[in-house]
């Protein structure tokens, strides 16, 4: 049986697409093009209450629950899975770090400007000798005094060149392993950070990524976030959280790559025929319709059960692992019916080919999935 979404989410859902159909799509192929953030699109999705989606309504934000939050990044992937990571990671790394660990302080501080898109959110953990092996993360932040001074580099941070707030991950005990890293809070303009290397990706080139770099960047000693030395377990679990909106992002990309594929082979024909006639298109058809749909079975599971309070963190894996890696086949998929002309930006599914593989690196890899799911299963 298929979920049945509330009204609610329902209408969640086509608000989003009806927006991303208007206001994304026909612009995503130029953004994708020029490799930039679209800013002038950021007060649009603050309108719809998108930037504040992980954000209690007391902190000015849309306070959904996490089948909503699921159902509003799968359609604006649909539109460019640029814009949906760039919507994502906001909500579900830093907004969601703070809204997890932070003071009363920090979250009246912070969240309210996250929520109108004021501030663009970033969350920074990989380093260039820390991908996947998080806890051997280099940047360091030492007292001085009652405050704090960072130092280090961080690769690959979504926002990196225009989020107003930064989370940093950052060793504070280099004798306590994982036990001693620490999150910090860190505003756009602290003197000691700045702005590094901006990355040309394969895909999702709408979304910002960057090398963020922290050279004597001074702290005060309130930017900690969450206690001295549980950084890396609260990484954790904000990373559990995120990789349901990567399992959406995905489901909404190989929903597009289905849609345009079913359109292009009503369409194109050959032999006298359309080649929807031809029983090798049906089955890349039937085959990318079944996979997508078992998909969404895994992603609102896992979100259901954030939302219920429930441990979800072996749901999210296998929601993330096989949305990410159904999306991937049918993307290639979609290329194969589209032939020569999946080769050609002219068409959707070029597109969606390279956007798509960011989900199964992105919030861990498909490699620590299947570690964590077999974790899980022997436990």
Request: hydrophobic fraction near 45%; glycine fraction near 12%.
């Amino acid at each position: 049986m298929r979920i049945e979404y509330t009204e609610e989410q329902r209408l969640i859902h086509e608000t989003t697409r009806g927006f991303a159909a208007r206001e994304i799509r026909p612009h995503a192929r130029g953004w994708d093009a020029a490799g930039v953030f679209p800013t002038a699109l950021v007060p649009r999705l603050a309108a719809l209450g998108l930037w504040g989606m992980t954000i209690p309504q007391e902190y000015g934000g849309s306070g959904l629950d996490m089948v909503g939050i699921a159902l509003a990044i799968e359609a604006l992937a649909w539109g460019d899975g640029g814009v949906a990571l760039a919507v994502a990671s906001h909500n579900s790394l830093c907004a969601g770090h703070i809204v997890l660990r932070g003071t009363e302080a920090q979250k009246r501080a912070y969240l309210p400007r996250l929520a109108s898109g004021a501030s663009l959110g970033a969350w920074a953990l990989t380093e260039p000798g820390s991908g996947s092996d998080a806890g051997a993360l280099a940047t360091r932040a030492g007292r001085r005094r009652k405050r704090w001074v960072l130092n280090g580099t961080k690769v690959f941070v979504t926002q990196g060149s225009v989020a107003g707030v930064y989370v940093f991950m950052a060793r504070t005990d280099p004798g306590a392993g994982h036990g001693g890293i620490s999150a910090f809070i860190v505003e756009q303009g602290t003197p000691g950070l700045r702005v590094g290397k901006h990355e040309d990706k394969l895909g999702v080139r709408s979304s910002d990524t960057a090398e963020v770099i922290l050279e004597d960047c001074e702290v005060s000693g309130d930017q900690m976030l969450g206690a001295p030395g549980e950084g890396y377990r609260d990484a954790l679990r904000v990373l559990e959280g995120g990789r349901i909106g990567i399992g959406a992002m995905a489901l909404g990309l190989g929903r597009a790559a289905l849609e345009a594929s079913v359109a292009y082979a009503r369409e194109r024909r050959a032999f006298g025929q359309p080649i929807a006639e031809f029983q090798a298109i049906q089955w890349m058809l039937a085959d990318m319709a079944t996979e997508l749909d078992a998909a969404e079975l895994l992603v609102m599971e896992a979100a259901a059960r954030a939302a219920a309070g429930l441990s979800y963190l072996l749901q999210g894996s296998m929601a993330k692992l096989y949305a990410s890696e159904a999306a991937s086949r049918a993307a290639a998929r979609a290329v194969q019916v589209h032939g020569g002309y999946g080769l050609v930006k002219d068409y959707v599914v070029e597109r969606i080919y390279r956007d798509v593989k960011l989900c199964e690196i992105g919030e861990g890899t498909s490699e620590v999935q299947r570690m964590l799911i077999a974790r899980e299963v022997l436990r």
